[in-house]
């Protein structure tokens, strides 16, 4: 099994900065790709983020050229760093892996981000 702990959420004004960090552990050998995901207030949850081991790396269209993901294999981590940070940003972020084993899909307990001023 993996399990996944976050850490990093808050609140930030619009055009603030904030960094979400994600530590695995357990049998972290059997994950393929580390993302980041978020729910908004009312609507479905969303990718923001994904890295694969091969190093294939996606974003929302929304969080191009703001958001970037990192791993750090060494320590089973992966960070989100939020630039530009906009009011639309406010949700809550869920750190997610994709496994090789069952269970296949394991999620963060999600931290809260708040873009407000």
């Known amino acids: 099994q993996v399990q996944l702990v976050e850490s990093g959420g808050g609140l930030v004004q619009p055009g603030g900065s904030l960094r979400l960090s994600c530590a695995a552990s357990?049998?972290?050998?059997?994950?393929?790709?580390y993302g980041w995901y978020r729910q908004a207030p009312g609507k479905q949850r969303e990718l923001v983020a994904s890295?694969?081991?091969?190093?294939?790396?996606t974003y929302a269209d929304s969080v191009k050229g703001r958001f970037t993901i990192s791993r750090d294999n060494a320590q089973s981590t992966t960070s989100l760093q939020m630039n530009s940070l906009k009011r639309e940003d406010t949700a809550v972020y869920y750190c997610?892996?994709?496994?090789?084993?069952?269970?296949?899909?394991?999620w963060g307990q999600g931290t809260q981000v708040t873009v407000s001023s």
């Open positions: 997610n892996v994709k496994r090789r084993k069952w269970p296949s899909d394991v």
């Open positions: 357990g049998d972290i050998d059997s994950i393929n790709v």
């Open positions: 890295k694969s081991f091969g190093g294939e790396t």
